[in-house]
T-cell receptor
């Protein structure tokens, strides 16, 4: 298995632009988690899905952030409009079994100028 | 919600020495405690985990201990090597929830 695959690896955009981050979880299980990592706040859970349904989105910072999981093999995290304070590394994670630990992708480093 | 505290934030050891990283958690319902290693430019990678029905678990040079009464758990790395240098995160999962709450991380540097 290729593990969790995220794209792009790096994204640089200007303030006000829309940003879409993509994730392909490990096949065979429908749970998916989006985390954000910054120096100041560490690793924070933004949202997680189970069976393609958002279960807990209390970590989503504000309405500018939205996430979807249209099917078991794909999820997106969208920021519109983006702001400099959104600059961070965004990770996607999924388990490889019902009671398995989370496996993380290599992240998308977002820079908003 | 769960709160996980991790110490120290930085740790330097000589190659061959042991390293210990400690975490505490707040929610007594937490029942699963993984440890992740993060290298530069990569996502966190699971290195060992422990469930609340076990007090200690070992995998080669890495061991984890759990004290449920005190709500402490620790990572022990023996015979450290330069490739052990990375940021280490502890985490806790509360009850039936699936989401991890992470500690703030420990930057471990193994000096050759």
């Amino acid at each position: 298995d290729a593990g969790v695959i995220q794209s792009p690896r790096h994204e640089v955009t200007e303030m006000g632009q829309e940003v879409t981050l993509r994730c392909k979880p490990i096949s065979g299980h429908n749970s998916l988690f989006w985390y954000r990592q910054t120096m100041m706040r560490g690793l924070e859970l933004l949202i997680y899905f189970n069976n393609n349904v958002p279960i807990d989105d209390s970590g989503m910072p504000e309405d500018r952030f939205s996430a979807k999981m249209p099917n078991a093999s794909f999820s997106t995290l969208k920021i519109q409009p983006s702001e400099p304070r959104d600059s961070a590394v965004y990770f996607c994670a999924s388990p490889d079994g019902e009671h398995s630990p989370l496996h993380f992708g290599n992240g998308t480093r977002l820079t908003v100028t | 919600g769960e709160n996980v505290e991790q110490h120290p934030s930085t740790l330097s050891v000589q190659e061959g020495d042991s390293a210990v990283i400690k975490c505490t958690y707040s929610d007594s319902a937490s029942n699963y405690f993984p440890w992740y290693k993060q290298e530069l430019g990569k996502g966190p990678q699971l290195i060992i985990d422990i469930r609340s029905n076990v007090g200690e678990k070992k995998d080669q040079r890495i061991a984890v201990t759990l004290n449920k009464t005190a709500k402490h758990f620790s990572l022990h790395i023996t015979e450290t090597q330069p490739e052990d240098s990375a940021v280490y995160f502890c985490a806790a999962v509360s009850g039936s929830a699936r989401q991890l709450t992470f500690g703030s991380g420990t930057q471990l540097t193994v000096l050759p």
